[in-house]
Structure formats: C-alpha cells, structure tokens
C-alpha cells in the first residue's frame, strides 16, 4: 500500500502526455538537458579554478636548484 505499482506510474505518464503534450515534454526535456550541461561546464571551470589558485606561486624546480650554490641536495639517512 506505501508504493506505487508499474500501472500507477503508467497512467500518471499517460496523464502527464494528455496534459501538456508531447511537443512540450520534449521541449521541457532539450532544456533541461542543456541546463545540465551547463551545470557541468561551470562545476568543471570552476575545478578549474580552483586548481589554478591552489596551486603555489613560485615552485622551485631542479635547474634553479643547480644554479643556487646555497642549495644542498642530500639524501637524510638515520644513524646505527
């Protein structure tokens, strides 16, 4: 009695069609559809910048490293 069988559901299709028809429903559907997609490309761009904003300054890369005498490059190993 809580849910609604396969036939509850059909005729409440059946209504919806008789309602606003089918050129509606498929014109509700193409917006909605595009409503999502731009959702998506805003949630992606926004990643985006996120990422871009995360992301450090000024990284110190190998080359500049090498050429900074102050630099020393050692591996830390632990003592017997």
């Known amino acids: 009695m809580g849910s609604f069988s396969i036939w509850h559901w059909l005729i409440v299709l059946l209504v919806v069609v008789l309602i606003f028809g089918t050129k509606k429903l498929k014109n509700i ?5 595009g409503a999502v997609k731009g959702f ?3 949630v992606k761009g926004a990643n985006d910048a996120a990422d871009d904003a995360a992301a ?19 591996e830390a190993k632990t003592k017997s």
């Open 29 to 33: 559907g193409a917006d909605l559809g």
């Open 40 to 42: 998506k490309d805003g």
């Open 56 to 74: 450090p300054a000024q990284q110190v890369t190998a080359a500049k490293r090498a050429a900074d005498g102050n630099t020393v490059d050692v």
